[in-house]
């Protein structure tokens, strides 16, 4: 993450409307081979690329996109990419890497574990920016709702100054009937070197972070808003809230 101004799970409207912390296959559509594996792509044009709350593109829209490829058993990896405002320390390019398991543990309740890896591989002085975070989640199929509970641990490590963090989240989603109209909310907490506070620079090493958000699906399009909330020092382009929109395709 970016550790000076900075800081995944990341956060695009089309991302926060699935999660604001880790990395989703839910917008995709799939292809399926006889071996039971599918692929998935996704392209999105957001007006600010917020992470947990925290801006990464500096206030300015972001142009996003990724691939998944899953099998029948659950196993799955991916990549992820997005434009960021990130300085000569982070470069222009946000590339994540994610691999795990996803899958029905019993009726109504899903498991997905995994590890992801944050890569800035525009950065121009040389240092140590990329790092791992394992994450996972639990979801819940509440009739017409969905809820997840999930975390997200990046252990200590270099590129964060030999410091660890911890985010721990919720989300909720809600389809309207008979509509393409989706509902979405999301409450995360951070505790570690990538509290919004901190990024801010204040002191404070935990920070909250929130959003309320809806969107508009029609075939493979997705038009979503999102007010989107962060705990600490307001900076404009940084850690001021803010509405975001997205626009996003899926393949």
């Known amino acids: 993450m970016l550790t000076s101004f900075h800081g995944k799970f990341a956060v695009s409207l089309a991302a926060m409307v699935t999660s604001l912390a880790v990395p989703s296959m839910a917008h995709a559509q799939e292809t399926a081979d006889d071996n039971g594996v599918t692929v998935s792509a996704n392209v999105a044009l957001t007006t600010d690329y917020r992470f947990r709350g925290v801006s990464l593109s500096g206030g300015d829209p972001a142009i996003q996109g990724g691939v998944d490829v899953a099998h029948e058993s659950g196993f799955y990896v991916g990549t992820w990419a997005s434009s960021i405002d990130g300085g000569d320390s982070y470069g222009e390019m946000e590339f994540d890497i994610y691999g795990g398991w996803s899958g029905d543990v019993s009726e109504g309740v899903a498991l997905d574990v995994g590890v992801l890896y944050y890569v800035y591989p525009t950065e121009e002085l040389g240092l140590d920016t990329d790092y791992w975070e394992p994450y996972a989640s639990v979801g819940f199929n509440l009739g017409g709702a969905e809820a997840t509970v999930g975390a997200a641990y990046a252990f200590e490590q270099d590129s964060l100054g030999g410091d660890d963090n911890l985010y721990i989240y919720t989300d909720l989603g809600y389809s309207l009937p008979s509509t393409p109209v989706s509902l979405s909310a999301h409450l995360g907490y951070t505790d570690g070197v990538l509290a919004p506070p ?54």
């Open 198 to 251: 901190i990024l801010a620079g204040a002191t404070d090493e935990t920070g909250l972070d929130w959003s309320i958000g809806a969107s508009v699906s029609q075939g493979i399009l997705e038009v979503g808003i999102a007010y989107i909330g962060v705990e600490g020092p307001s900076i404009d382009g940084l850690t001021d809230d803010a509405i975001v929109g997205t626009i996003s395709a899926s393949f």
